[in-house]
């Protein structure tokens, strides 16, 4: 996959695997493996380089059955790791993850590779502050013991899925339904929300299971800030509807 600019030819394929066989340690890579597009790049990357990894998927619990499902039939070399509690138990206990607290992704997607040297599918074109705040070779700031490699780092979206085809690579089906990114289901910072509300009624009724047990722990605690919604079930729609406000707890509703 070469691309042109205007200085010179730059084959992206050939730097990303020369990256991977300069840094790679003794022991091996741990390979952060999620099951969405870049990740099935950098584990592809990884193979082309003959480096030695150990890939892992960190289970969340609110995954899309049908990534789970794709990685244990395309991917069967890779270890999925279960987290210590499930993302409603954690619910219950912590309260929902926001913007400024996002605790879900600490307890349940960035586990594991402590005291390795870590790939990750990190690009700077998935969002501005990682333009301006990710490098190539990074120190974890949570665990000094971790350090990553972002091979494809100045990857575009376009490359990544040139790539692919190029490769053909498998990739998980729910591409093909317009997903742009694949996470954790009813994540407030996702663009499919709308659609999870009517694909997967049983993990929502799960969400409001939950989101009613924490609504009620926290009236038990005459703690103010539930006083804002009337019922877990509220308090679950205003989470996930990106134009919420204090004003209207309840305009959540639109997702139904």
């Known amino acids: 996959m070469i691309k042109q600019t205007l200085f010179e030819t730059i084959d992206l394929v050939k ?9 790679c340690p003794p022991e091996g890579y741990y390979l952060a493996f999620s099951g969405g597009k870049d990740s099935i790049t950098i ?24 990534l789970v499902q794709f990685i244990k ?34 307890k349940l997607k960035e586990k594991g590779g402590t005291g390795r040297f870590v790939i990750t599918g990190i690009r700077w074109a998935e969002s501005y502050r990682r333009r301006n705040k990710r490098r190539m070779i990074e120190q974890c700031y949570k665990d000094g013991s971790k350090k990553f490699i972002n091979n494809i ?5 376009e490359d990544v899925w040139d790539f692919i085809k190029e490769e053909n690579i498998s990739y998980c089906k729910l591409y093909d339904e317009g997903w742009k990114r694949i996470g954790c289901l009813f994540c407030p910072m996702s663009n499919h929300r709308k ?29 103010k800030s539930v006083d804002r919604w009337r019922s877990g079930e509220e308090m679950f729609y205003w989470w996930i509807n990106e134009n919420r406000t204090k004003d209207v707890p309840d305009q959540g509703v639109m997702f139904e």
């Open 15 to 23: 730097i990303a695997i020369e990256r991977l066989q300069a840094f």
């Open 43 to 66: 584990k592809k990357l990884a193979d082309l380089a003959k480096v030695k990894y150990d890939a892992h998927y960190n289970l969340t619990t609110i995954d899309p059955p049908e």
């Open 73 to 106: 039939q395309k991917h069967p070399d890779v270890i999925i790791d279960k987290p210590e509690k499930t993302f409603f138990q954690y619910l219950i206990e912590k309260g929902f993850p926001t913007r400024q607290s996002r605790w879900c992704c600490e």
């Open 153 to 157: 780092i100045d990857w575009k979206d």
């Open 195 to 223: 659609i999870e509300i009517k694909k997967y009624p049983k993990y929502k009724t799960a969400f409001i299971h939950a989101f009613e047990k924490l609504y009620q722990n926290r009236k038990l605690r005459n703690m």
